[in-house]
């Protein structure tokens, strides 16, 4: 049907870098508000960025804003999430999620791992 595939998570020193990436395939990407979500374990999973359709309205959560950038390439399908100045608390698992629940209920990724060492 449809799926989405996180990658680009691993293990980075603190104050270090990660580019994450999700690529949706087979759905009509251009056409869905994205996210990008995090959980570590023990630990409700929280929203970190949205971008919307047009890629013009964007929102971040207040831990990660002027540090993380939400971008996405609709000709690649592809959401894109830069982790700059990255943090031990930061260490978690990043999940993809397309904000429609009406066209693509429940659409998320299985998540890449990021961990952030002191």
């Known amino acids: 049907q449809v799926q989405l595939v996180e990658s680009g998570g691993g293990l980075v020193q603190e104050g270090g870098s990660l580019r994450l990436s999700c690529v949706a395939f087979?759905?009509?990407?251009?056409?869905?508000?994205m996210a990008w979500y995090r959980q570590s374990p023990g630990n409700q999973r929280e929203l970190v960025a949205t971008i919307d359709n047009s890629g013009r309205f964007i929102d971040y959560a207040d831990f990660v804003k002027n540090r993380f950038i939400i971008a996405r390439d609709d000709r690649k399908a592809t959401l894109y999430l830069q982790m700059n100045n990255l943090k031990p608390e930061d260490s978690a698992k990043y999940y993809c999620?397309?904000?429609?629940?009406?066209?693509?209920?429940?659409?998320w990724g299985p998540g890449t791992q990021v961990t952030v060492s002191t």
């Open positions: 087979g759905t009509m990407f251009s056409v869905s508000k």
């Open positions: 999620h397309v904000e429609d629940d009406f066209r693509f209920p429940h659409l």
